[in-house]
């Protein structure tokens, strides 16, 4: 077998051209998911707004109103958590059956399956970001004005992302190979949510209980946020850093496992 | 096996097993030759060739397409891609019946390895190919079966591919579409494509194809001319519609190699061929004369029947696929037995190593009474001075180039 004399085709694709082929996978596919989301809805769109509103109002109607809660500015403390853990809880939701809901993609030849989690954080991110102008008014409104620390949202905002797309990655392979992976996580996400502070203080847990809740990345990512919009400080640095570290670890290990797997994909479904 | 772009090199697939599946089968004792989904598949394909894959539903077609595609790894084996792969696997399964027509053409294409920019300058054309402008931008789940397969092979032969695998895809569509396809597959041929078609149309494998791999529960069972392989495999199926498996016995070939009906003999035997002879051997020198004496026997009459001869390397490529249906000669009804001659005055083959095929064929070519398939192998030596296939004698001479030219330039 002679292979010196292949005929070469074209160049190998340039790493310039993969990369903008890679944007444009991302923005196509995040389209149309969005697209395929809201196309016949007669709100569209509007959805990604009207549902963590209507979470607000439950949240603060049962919360302030009924419980009668003491935190101050508690609408904005409950937003702030519901839109947060959405678009965490939305992102894993969704990416455990990425490979399975996608499998005309992971039969084509050639195309880079390992984007399907960007795609996914990212659409989930767009709903996030849609809303956000809803939380600044409601800041606005309750006297809350930004200050130098807004500055440091950029970077949560990139911790979560790296984050959702690194746990992303072993839990869509690992669905392919064990379906009951999409029942377990869909459990553990609704545990996750009542040991992330979403809708109370983490400081009303007990002391020894509270360090076990800091397992937890989005209680560390909920805090950051809080202590930036509505206390005007900086975030504590320390947990920053560690999440950083956690999150580019999850992202480099996370895309091995799945880039290792995925030859076995089509065949296992 | 130079200059290709597809190459398969003794491809085995065994399919991982569930849990489930595994134990059943610790209790069935035949379980073994079932596990392979390929087995030492190896063929190549050059540019503008296509290869034509047919086979009966489980001989491993789709996954051999699969591999192709680099979609999943093969057990041992390797394959060797070279260049960019254009896939029409499942037609329009990608698309999403809410987005409109050009929506999921830009979909497909970006999918397809393109970039946005490119595939949306090339619009107009794919909606031109698919004679879809009055409805490119409604939903797709408005369109029929037939607009969405147009626009799915649309996209696809547009994305530039150098390599194009279709899965039972050409069939589709009317006549002036097909019509349309076959052009534009004969253009992306023309621009060096290699294509590998999975089909179960004969005639379609026969028109379209040069070369044809039946696969047969996941090994090669013929390889070669499109032409005989298809024929071969329409009498094995004529053999099982007739419910009819033949009781010839194993006959020993000498040099290790026996003929064996279903694996390298084909036909429905009302004639055989009972011995092959050449002369002067099986050891040549490329230039020398060649001369095939096909010995046959019919037990019953049997009605002008076609004799066909064929020259295969060893890797697949055909060298030589005649018949007397071919070369125009008249063959008489035959009864009993007899022996065809047939003479090449020069074999002009490079040194290699060569198959012949030998076979007698019903009449009107419906299906072969016997067919001989690799069953005689046969070398050629001689000089290595060529490339490629052919090896005639041939000179090169200087003439017209003034001798102080040719000083003055070394």
């Not at chain 2, 003999?265 to 096909?294: C, Q």
């Not at chain 2, 002009?348 to 060569?354: A, C, F, M």
């Not at chain 2, 009449?363 to 490629?388: M, Q, R």
Request: proline share 4%; with cysteine.
């Amino acid at each position: 077998m002679n292979l010196e004399n292949v005929i070469p085709g074209v160049a190998e694709p340039t790493s310039s051209r993969r990369w903008r082929h890679a944007w444009d996978v991302l923005v196509v596919l995040t389209g149309r998911d969005l697209k395929a989301q809201y196309k016949r809805s007669f709100l569209g769109f509007g959805w990604a707004l009207a549902s963590p509103l209507l979470q607000l109002i439950i949240f603060s109607t049962i919360f302030q109103g009924v419980l009668g809660s003491r935190i101050p500015n508690y609408a904005c403390f409950v937003f702030i958590g519901v839109l947060v853990w959405g678009w965490f809880q939305g992102s894993l939701g969704q990416s455990v059956g990425l490979i399975t809901g996608n499998a005309a993609l992971a039969r084509q030849p050639g195309f880079p399956l390992s984007l399907l989690p960007h795609v996914t954080v990212s659409v989930r991110f767009l709903h996030f970001a849609i809303a956000m102008p809803l939380l600044f008014g409601l800041l606005w409104w309750n006297g809350l004005r930004p200050t130098a620390s807004w500055s440091a949202l950029p970077l949560i905002i990139a911790i979560q992302y790296l984050l959702s797309v690194g746990i992303a990655y072993p839990l869509a392979s690992l669905n392919v190979l064990h379906r009951d992976t999409q029942h377990i996580v869909s459990v553990l996400l609704q545990l996750m949510m009542f040991v992330t502070p979403v809708f109370y203080d983490i400081r009303v847990v007990p002391e020894p209980l509270r360090e076990w809740f800091y397992l937890n990345p989005m209680v560390s990512i909920v805090d950051a946020w809080r202590s930036v919009l509505l206390y005007g400080q900086w975030p504590d640095s320390r947990s920053l850093w560690i999440l950083s570290g956690v999150a580019l670890c999850l992202i480099v290990v996370g895309r091995k496992i799945f880039i290792a797997h995925s030859h076995r994909f089509v065949e296992e479904m | 096996m130079k200059d290709s772009r597809v190459i398969a090199e003794s491809v085995c697939k065994q399919y991982r097993q569930s849990y489930a599946v595994r134990r059943k089968q610790r209790d069935t004792a035949a379980h073994a030759n079932h596990a392979w989904a390929l087995r030492d598949v190896s063929f190549s394909v050059g540019p503008g060739e296509m290869l034509g894959v047919i086979g009966a539903n489980g001989a491993g077609k789709s996954t051999l397409l699969r591999l192709l595609g680099g979609v999943g790894r093969p057990t041992t084996g390797a394959i060797h891609v070279n260049g960019r792969i254009g896939a029409l696997l499942d037609l329009g399964g990608g698309f999403l019946g809410d987005l409109t027509g050009r929506e999921n053409a830009i979909l497909a294409g970006v999918v397809a390895g393109l970039l946005r920019s490119e595939i949306v300058a090339r619009m107009d054309q794919i909606v031109a190919f698919a004679e879809l402008e009055d409805y490119i931008d409604h939903p797709v789940r408005t369109y029929s079966t037939g607009m969405m397969m147009r626009l799915a092979f649309a996209v696809a032969v547009h994305t530039d591919p150098e390599i194009l695998l279709v899965d039972e895809f050409l069939s589709v569509g009317d006549l002036a579409f097909q019509a349309k396809c076959n052009s534009r597959i004969k253009s992306l041929r023309a621009g060096g494509c290699a294509i590998v078609m999975v089909s179960h149309g004969m005639d379609q494998v026969r028109q379209l194809c040069d070369r044809a791999l039946w696969l047969k529960h996941g090994e090669v069972a013929a390889f070669g001319s499109s032409d005989v392989v298809a024929r071969l495999f329409e009498t094995e199926m004529k053999n099982e519609t007739l419910k009819r498996t033949p009781h010839v016995a194993k006959r020993a070939l000498g040099d290790g190699v026996d003929l064996v009906a279903g694996e390298n003999r084909f036909g429905t035997f009302e004639m055989e061929i009972d011995s092959i002879r050449f002369h002067p051997g099986t050891a040549l020198r490329s230039g020398e004369p060649l001369a095939v004496v096909i010995g046959f026997s019919a037990a019953s009459k049997i009605s002008a029947p076609v004799f066909v001869v064929s020259i295969t390397r060893d890797d697949g490529t055909v060298c030589l696929d005649t018949s007397t249906h071919l070369a125009r000669k008249e063959v008489p009804d035959l009864h009993g037995s007899g022996h065809v001659r047939f003479t090449m005055d020069r074999l002009d083959l490079g040194p290699g190593n060569y198959f012949l095929d030998v076979g007698v064929f019903e009449s009107k070519w419906l299906h072969a009474y016997d067919y001989h398939w690799h069953a005689y192998p046969f070398t050629v030596e001689g000089i290595i001075e060529h490339k490629g296939v052919l090896a005639p004698p041939c000179t090169w001479e200087m003439g017209g180039i003034p001798a102080g030219e040719r000083t003055r330039t070394n």
